[in-house]
């Protein structure tokens, strides 16, 4: 369906949930003097207005027009106003439902077989249930404003200690450092981005792991960022692999060689940040004479996602190796081929989930839509003496924000079993 038609008709039923969200606030206004009840009317409109204004605007205008960073808070405040106010209908229709069935019974009552007045004077709209809806509309959206100022660059560091069979005495104590999911596109503080890596490079790891998805789409996006993130570095070396969002696999592009071109620009990113970017391939670390094996695989998710990864090829010639490291975007990597075909592989560092950048961690509980989606969403999971982290992110992707799972920094120590 032509684009001319589609959009209008979503706008008009944008505007039909704005019409019946208002009874809320008219139902509230009632109760105060008349300068802030126009107010507030006023206000609802005002908002309202630019709201759609900027959905419009959006859709008929020349997005590219716009700088990047406006795009995607323009789009996510419509998608916030609009998820508030989905809260906000959820109560009305309940109100709207009570009040029909209201309705139905007194056609049986005596009141109604005598006469009476109008029904809408009747059966008002419950007070209580117009206030609840103010209330559950303001929580999505405080919550959602929050999760934009504050915590998308709410860095944590989280702190592990992996206890691996037979560590040889060289390699007890090793700290390894791990981001991942760094989205560089998405960024809109720079002076918030280097103050987590500075929390990184106060940790004084040993060696530095990054995981994948240093852009969204496009390589230009870390152009910005090569010199906050050249910071990363640490004796033993920085290793990262790639995601799924490096590939430029999710935009259109004029040909197959700009793709391509693309992608030898990401690589070329790598080794301007000083990153050993390990595609298919493992790199051995000699320590007091024991060999620690560091291996990286192309991206290589189950289900629908590319599987760019060939951990045969990145597996060979490690067998001398005391310890084998492996580097994986995509946690379904493990449950995949790791676990089922490589038992002597000690561990294995992903992201990829960012635990959705929603959820609520509290203690041993943890809970997040990613769940349902990834057996193995966020931190350590144990199979035998096999292990896998999964790091739950640097940056964000689509919602500039994250709720209740902030970014992450991650410290591994490893220590004999």
Do not use: C
């Not at 709410?154 to 060289?170: E, G, H």
């Amino acid at each position: 369906m032509n684009k001319i038609i589609i959009v209008p008709v979503f706008g008009l039923i944008l505007l039909l949930i704005d019409l019946y969200v208002f009874q809320v606030f008219r139902v509230i206004g009632q109760e105060l003097p008349e300068f802030w009840r126009r107010t507030l009317y006023t206000g609802y409109w005002l908002v309202t207005g630019i709201v759609l204004a900027g959905y419009f605007t959006y859709h008929f205008l020349n997005p590219d027009m716009y700088p990047k960073i406006f795009r995607t808070f323009l789009m996510v405040g419509i998608f916030i106003h609009y998820f508030a106010k989905t809260f906000m209908v959820i109560f009305l229709m309940v109100d709207d439902v009570i009040r029909a069935g209201q309705w139905i019974v007194s056609l049986f009552s005596k009141q109604e077989a005598a006469g009476s007045t109008d029904m809408a004077n009747r059966i008002p709209r419950s007070e209580f249930l117009m206030k609840t809806a103010l209330i559950a509309g303001t929580i999505p959206l405080v919550g959602m404003t929050y999760g934009i100022i504050s915590g998308a660059h709410d860095y944590r560091i989280r702190r592990k200690k992996i206890r691996i069979s037979k560590l040889p005495a060289a390699l007890d104590g090793i700290r390894i450092g791990q981001i991942s999911d760094i989205h560089s596109g998405s960024f809109f503080n720079r002076t918030a981005v280097r103050g987590g890596v500075e929390m990184l490079m106060k940790e004084k790891p040993d060696i530095i792991f990054f995981t994948g998805d240093l852009v969204n789409s496009q390589s230009d996006e870390v152009k910005n960022y090569i010199h906050i993130f050249d910071k990363v570095k640490a004796p033993l070396g920085v290793f990262s692999t790639t995601g799924n969002h490096d590939y430029g696999d999710y935009r259109s592009w004029p040909s197959v060689e700009a793709k391509q071109e693309n992608f030898r620009d990401l690589i070329r990113a790598h080794k301007l940040l000083g990153w050993k970017l390990l595609m298919n391939e493992n790199r051995m670390l000699e320590i007091d004479g024991e060999k620690m094996a560091i291996i990286g695989v192309e991206n290589w998710g189950a289900g629908r996602f590319s599987k760019y990864g060939d951990l045969d090829k990145a597996y060979s010639r490690t067998g001398e190796a005391s310890v084998k490291l492996l580097l994986s975007h995509d946690p379904s990597h493990w449950d995949a081929q790791v676990r089922q075909k490589y038992p002597d592989i000690n561990m294995m560092l992903a992201g990829h989930t960012h635990g959705f950048q929603f959820g609520v961690e509290w203690g041993d509980f943890r809970w997040s839509p990613s769940q349902y989606i990834y057996k193995q969403w966020a931190g350590l999971y144990q199979n035998g003496e096999q292990y896998l982290y999964v790091n739950r992110g640097y940056g964000y992707l689509g919602y500039p924000g994250r709720i209740g799972i902030p970014p992450e920094i991650t410290i591994i120590e490893l220590k004999a079993a």
